[in-house]
C-alpha cells in the first residue's frame, strides 16, 4: 500500500486544544460549507451541508477539534471534495487521551456520511483511529441525512466503551522486547509489501521513542510508538535500490485513516492473543 505525502501537501489540515471556529474551518476546509453538490451528481443525490450536520452536532453538544480537506488537481472540485472533521463530546475529554468521533464527507460522490471512532493522545496531538469492531456509522445521500447524522454520532459515543476496555487491556499487557519487535515487523507490514523488497526503515526505527514517557514496555505505549513513528514519518533509512531516504507523513485522508485502523486492530488482535 503506497501512502500519501505530507498533509500539509495532500490534504491542509487544522488542529486545535480549543473547538474550532467556522471561519478557521472554512480557511482550511471550504468544502465543509459547499453550498451546492458538485454539478456531476443526479437528481436523486440528496444535497445537505456538511455545516448543517456539524451544526447540528455542536447542538448536541459536539465540538470539532480538527478538520482536513483532500487537495485536489481539478479546482473546479475544491469546493465539494472529500473532507475530515474531528470532533468531541462534552463528556469524552479527559487527562491524557480523549474519544473522537471523525466525521468523512464529501460533496462530489466521492464519500458517503462516514462517522468513526477515534481516540486522541494529547502528549504528541496524534489522533489514532479505532478498529472496526468499535463502531462505524454510514449514512447515505438521501432522506433525512442530519438526522442520521446526529443519531450515528451518539451510537459511535456509546461504542466508546468497547474503545475505552481494549485501551485499558493493551496498558495492562507488558511486551517482552521479542513481542515488541513482531508487532512492529507486522505493522511494517501493514504499509509496505516487504516480499519484494524490505521496508526503508527497520522494527528498531519504528519502536524508537520519541519522548521519555514513551519508552514503557506495555503494548498500548508500544502501539503509539510504532502509530506516531510510521504516520508522522521523518525516519531516514534505504530505498530499494539503495539510496537514502527518508520516510514521508501519512497525508492522504483516506490513507492515513487507513493505516491508523490497521494498527489498532493489530494491537488488540495482539491483545486478544497474549492476554
Known amino acids: 500500500m503506497q501512502l500519501a505525502s505530507k498533509f500539509g501537501r495532500t490534504a491542509p489540515v487544522l488542529r486545535s486544544p480549543v473547538p474550532l471556529t467556522d471561519d ?3 480557511a482550511v476546509a471550504p468544502s465543509i460549507f459547499a453550498a451546492q453538490a458538485h454539478d456531476s451528481r443526479s437528481a436523486r443525490y440528496t444535497y445537505i451541508p456538511t455545516i448543517d450536520a456539524l451544526n447540528g452536532l455542536r447542538r448536541e453538544g459536539f465540538q470539532p477539534f480538527m478538520v482536513a480537506q ?8 475544491r469546493e465539494h471534495t472529500k473532507h475530515l472533521i474531528r470532533l468531541r463530546h462534552a463528556n469524552q475529554i479527559t487527562g491524557k487521551v480523549a474519544n473522537e468521533i471523525i466525521l468523512l464527507n ?28 468499535v463502531g462505524e456509522v454510514r449514512v447515505p445521500h438521501k432522506g433525512d441525512v442530519v438526522g442520521e447524522v446526529i443519531d450515528g454520532a451518539f451510537r459511535v459515543l456509546n461504542n466508546f466503551e468497547v474503545a475505552d476496555e481494549q485501551r485499558e487491556g493493551m496498558q495492562s499487557l507488558t511486551l517482552s522486547e521479542g513481542a515488541q519487535t513482531a508487532f512492529a515487523r507486522a505493522a511494517l507490514e501493514l504499509k ?8 526503508p526503515v527497520t522494527e528498531r526505527q519504528i519502536l524508537r521513542p520519541r519522548r521519555m514517557e514513551d519508552g514503557g514496555s506495555d503494548l498500548w505505549t508500544t502501539f503509539n510508538r510504532v502509530q506516531e513513528n510510521m504516520t508522522k514519518g521523518g525516519l531516514r ?25 490497521a494498527l489498532w486492530v493489530l494491537a488488540d488482535e495482539m491483545r486478544k492473543i497474549i492476554g
Do not use: Y
Open 70 to 77: 483532500t487537495r485536489v488537481r481539478d479546482e473546479g472540485k
Open 237 to 261: 533509512g534505504r530505498a530499494a535500490n539503495g539510496r537514502a531516504t527518508t520516510t514521508r507523513e501519512v497525508s492522504g485522508i483516506d490513507q492515513n485513516v487507513k493505516l491508523n485502523r
Open 106 to 133: 464529501s460533496h462530489d460522490g466521492t464519500s458517503s456520511f462516514q462517522m468513526l471512532a477515534g481516540v486522541l493522545r494529547f502528549v504528541c496531538c496524534n489522533g489514532m483511529v479505532c478498529g472496526t469492531n
Open 24 to 26: 478557521q474551518i472554512q
Open 192 to 199: 509496505w509489501d516487504t516480499e519484494d523488497a524490505p521496508a
